[in-house]
């Protein structure tokens, strides 16, 4: 059974930083991507960020040269610092992972983990 399980959410102030964890178990994907989501409030929840199997990157336009997604495969654990953070970066925060190359769908990520919130006082 395939498990993610996010760290590192919390408070920070504006312009602060934090990092987010994600452990990955139970897949068996030779070729995957994984992505870390967010839902503001009032707002659909949104891609963040992706890294491939083959280590292609994306990020949303909101949070480019402010976040940095990377994941440890001897860990299994996806990261995604966030640095420069700002109140609008408030909401809850999600990983997950399909098989496959990357994709912006979220209806195509299988597997979720169950959120972690990000505020972040101005």
């Given at each position: 059974q395939v498990r993610l399980v996010e760290s590192g959410g919390g408070s920070v102030q504006a312009g602060g930083?934090?990092?987010l964890s994600c452990l990955a178990s139970g897949y068996s994907y030779n070729n995957y991507c994984m992505g870390w989501f967010r839902q503001v409030l009032g707002k659909e929840r949104e891609g963040v960020a992706n890294i491939g199997g083959d280590g292609?990157?994306?990020y949303g336009d909101s949070v480019k040269g402010r976040f940095t997604i990377?994941?440890?495969n001897a860990k299994n654990t996806l990261y995604l610092q966030m640095d420069s953070l700002k109140p609008e970066d408030t909401g809850m925060y999600y990983c997950a992972i399909k098989g496959g190359y990357c994709s912006l769908l979220e209806i195509e990520y299988r597997y979720w983990s169950p959120g972690?919130?990000?505020t972040v006082s101005s």
């Open positions: 930083s934090l990092k292609n990157i994306w990377s994941q440890d972690t919130q990000v």
